[in-house]
């Protein structure tokens, strides 16, 4: 069993910043894929950024592409989410989620653990 428990959401302006975590606690997080995801109001979630266990290699949608990093830092069995340039359409409730088994992946399905989200909510 995995818990998620994101942290490091807020409030910023346009152009600004913020750095959500996702510290896993139950087990090691360092062999799972782990995927970030975003829901805004009235909207489906959507796929954000994932990473796979295995070559660490990195995906993004492309909304976010070039703005966005994911990363890990297994030491504190924790993936962080690098967001810059934000603007008001990145508003929406973030959401790790991790995959035991697998590789990293787009789809809402594969992931098994999810955390609760933090928002973030971007002023124009």
């Known amino acids: 069993q995995v818990q998620l428990v994101e942290s490091g959401g807020g409030l910023v302006q346009a152009g600004g910043s913020l750095r959500p975590s996702c510290p896993a606690s139950?087990?090691?997080?360092?062999?799972?894929?782990v995927g970030w995801f975003r829901q805004a109001p009235g909207k489906e979630r959507e796929f954000v950024a994932a990473i796979g266990w295995a070559s660490g290699s990195t995906y993004f949608s492309d909304s976010v592409k070039g703005r966005f990093t994911i990363s890990r830092d297994n030491a504190k069995n924790t993936v962080l989410l690098q967001m810059n340039s934000l603007n008001p359409e990145d508003t929406a409730v973030y959401c790790c989620a991790a995959r035991p088994i697998g590789g990293s992946s787009r789809s809402l399905s594969d992931y098994r653990y999810w955390g609760q989200g933090t928002q973030v909510t971007v002023s124009s």
């Open positions: 139950g087990r090691t997080i360092s062999t799972s894929s």
